[in-house]
């Protein structure tokens, strides 16, 4: 902590799904390893060990399998749910039946915004109905959202939105999002934009962290897309750039099939998910050595109300 820094909040925000392939599209047969065996059994765990709260982002093809909901519910520990959209698995619109093998093409803010919002709410309700409370924080599919998502998630009650990658602009066929201009820290978006600081509003936007290089797109603060080193020089970054604020967040993502071998293009055996998780786990632990507070978005959100 230097400067005027106060208190630095790391939260982890991971975008929870059924298992994938190689090629990224869902797994065929479909199945949810990482909800009924990575959570309780390794990610939670390691979460634990060193104090952390993660927040698991649950999709559509997961509160509809009965066996994850029920995982789910009887998970131990601290960690918060919320909501992660792939617009084409949901009314109206609903693209697919099966999603057994397919993708997920479209970004949601591809949609007009009244179709969007009906999806956001249709999710928001069957989270409801899973889990009797509503979820407040969330994360679009590959990170496609805009300005009248945060409308839609505002008229919802939302508080967090973590969509926003800085130094990355998102295309998909029918739609393109550009967060290159995106502020790197926590902010309130003005109308009409999600990357532009203005007025509190009621959603927080919650970047994911990066940090930018020279002529190449940014690291990410992420388990396997970079090492110990490199996801430490990141929040050394993040700490000396931001050292006049009172406040620093840190924001890690990953997905949760990630720590199932071969459920993605990365860790392709046990060995390999050891290697993630222990270098997550020295990373979080590294943090709280330096005094750094661990939390859910949610939480995160409560801070920003407090000051």
């Known amino acids: 902590m230097t400067d005027r820094t106060e208190d630095v909040f790391l939260t982890i925000s991971i975008d929870t799904e059924c298992d994938h392939d190689l090629a990224w599209a869902r797994s ?8 009924t065996h990575g959570l309780p059994n390794v990610l939670q765990p390691a979460f634990s060990s060193c104090g952390a709260v993660p927040t698991y982002l649950l999709t559509v093809e997961v509160m509809e399998d009965a066996e994850s909901v029920e995982a789910l519910r009887a998970l131990q520990g601290q ?3 919320g909501t992660h959209l792939h617009a084409a698995f949901i009314e109206p619109q609903k693209k697919f039946i099966d999603y057994a093998g397919v993708d997920s093409p479209d970004f949601q803010c591809s949609y007009p915004p009244n179709i969007e919002y009906q999806k956001l709410s249709n999710l928001s309700a069957l ?49 393109r999002v550009d967060f290159r201009g995106a502020p790197e820290q926590p902010f309130f978006c003005s109308p009409g934009t999600i990357i532009q600081p203005g007025q509190e509003r009621p ?38 750039k931001n050292r006049s604020q009172r ?5 890690m993502m990953f997905h949760s099939m990630e720590i199932i071998p071969k ?8 060995q390999d998910v050891m290697r993630f998780v222990d270098d997550m786990v020295e ?23 407090e000051r």
């Open 28 to 35: 065929k047969p479909l199945t949810f390893h990482s909800i």
């Open 79 to 81: 960690y918060e749910y």
């Open 127 to 175: 989270f409801e109905q899973r889990f009797h409370y509503k979820a407040t924080s969330f994360r679009a599919g590959r990170y496609g959202a805009s300005e009248h998502s945060i409308d839609a998630l505002e008229r919802l009650g939302y508080l967090v939105d973590t969509s926003v990658t800085p130094h990355i602009a998102w295309e998909e066929p029918n739609a």
């Open 203 to 240: 959603i927080l936007e919650v970047p994911v962290t990066m940090k930018p290089r020279w002529l190449r797109g940014p690291r990410w603060f992420r388990p396997w897309f970079s090492s110990v080193d490199q996801m430490k020089s990141i929040i050394n970054y993040q700490l000396r």
């Open 247 to 251: 406040v620093v967040v840190l924001n």
């Open 263 to 270: 459920a993605t293009p990365y860790p392709q055996s046990d």
């Open 283 to 305: 990373v979080l632990d590294w943090c709280s050595g330096l005094g750094v507070k661990f939390c859910g978005l949610s939480e995160l959100r409560k801070q920003f109300g």
